[in-house]
DNA sequence: ATGTGTTTAAAACGTATGTTTGAATCTTAC
DNA sequence: GTAAGATTCAAACATACGTTTTAAACACAT
């Protein structure tokens, strides 16, 4: 069965993508730590950059049709709404699917530095449209900011938000040698939500 | 003099690093862009490693003299004293020593997600005292806040600071596309102060 | 059981990388 | 002007990479 070889392809690259970036790891590092052959990836995939994007789509496939249908049974969403449907929605996809082990996080902050690579255009290509939805979404519910206030602070919110995520397990590491307590992630979220609520409520301060 | 092609090199590693990353970018590349021969990087620097270490401290240490010396002179900062401080000393050093041209802001956003790697013990171990010497400051205004809740929102504002910043030139494209305007860095900086003050203002909800 | 299409295997290919070498050139001091 | 040191240069080195190739092993319907 291939799938398995898929399969086992996909979780490999998905650990250790995150654990040093994608330049930095090996096809023969991940068919290594995977088991299969180091022609399997090309046969399978086609290249390194599908291989990539495969590992990207294989989570944000159900979670795009996920934050859609949640989208779809709501009704003039906060910000904190529209922040707790996206963490409900990575939370579903990730125990549904991944058994709650997915480390899809730490690969968006890799991601989002590529800037002007090959997985921004993927991004965009493939789930721009739901992007745009979501976004719009917040714009709703933020009427006192101009739309250029608007923008940047939608781009601080992501910051924050893919930044503290996608670096939680070092964070909460370097936080417990401080404080003598590992903050589960769930805590941190929440956390978080209040924050970010702050964020959009902050009043306009940009000349319109 | 060497010094010249020394300065080169560093001018041509910044600009190609932050254009592309680090691996992404090989000596060839720097050193035809330098029009020096590619064994003057080994000569004068010893490694790549080295060599990315040396972008970064160009820029660095006159960054974090000038911190200490405005931090040495302030009494009780708020949270925005705080951060204007922050921008204005990198403002200072850009302009001092870098005629406001310096892209080592874009370098910052490649340098984090580059968790465990080189870069990440280089910047603790030189510059890990002055950190905490500022984050020591910021504390000091936030007595509403448990250390824990502290830490992490002292994380969401890296967070949206570095990523915001290091991504200012194609964020700001994109925002050129969509209202038609090029929000000048200047403003987009003034934008983020109240936003991260508020972060902060936000009231404690973490159970002690 | 046989034949067909799919998957795996080992090996090699071509290219790009960081680094080192040793001679040539330039700089500087006497 | 010449010797000594610092710097530049072209070339080569060793290694690692993504990809391709060709044949063997496999699955499975007939």
Chains 1, 2 share one sequence.
């Not at 994007?53 to 709501?74: G, H, K, N, T, Y």
């Not at 409900?88 to 800037?115: D, P, T």
């Amino acid at each position: 069965m291939s799938n398995n070889t898929v399969t086992r392809i996909l979780d490999a690259a998905e650990s250790l993508f995150a654990e040093r970036g994608f330049t930095e790891t090996s096809l023969r590092t991940i068919t290594t730590a995977a088991g299969v052959n180091l022609a399997a990836v090309n046969y399978h995939f086609g290249s390194k950059k599908d291989l990539i994007q495969s590992v990207f789509a294989r989570f944000l496939d159900p979670f795009e049709l996920e934050i859609r249908r949640r989208m779809s049974e709501v009704q003039n969403p906060s910000v904190q709404d529209m922040l707790v449907l996206a963490q409900h929605s990575a939370m579903q996809v990730s125990l549904e699917h991944f058994n709650g082990r997915s480390q899809i996080m730490k690969l968006l902050g890799f991601a989002y530095n590529q800037g002007q690579g090959h997985i921004r255009k993927f991004f965009i290509n493939r789930y721009g449209e739901t992007f745009s939805q979501y976004v719009q979404h917040v714009r709703a519910s933020t009427p006192h900011l101009g739309e250029e206030e608007f923008y940047w602070r939608i781009n601080f919110m992501l910051g924050a938000m893919i930044f503290t995520v996608s670096s939680y397990d070092s964070l909460s590491e370097i936080g417990e040698l401080e404080f003598s307590r590992k903050t589960p992630l769930d805590e941190m979220l929440t956390a978080v939500v209040p924050v970010v609520q702050s964020m959009f409520d902050a009043p306009a301060n940009m000349k319109s």
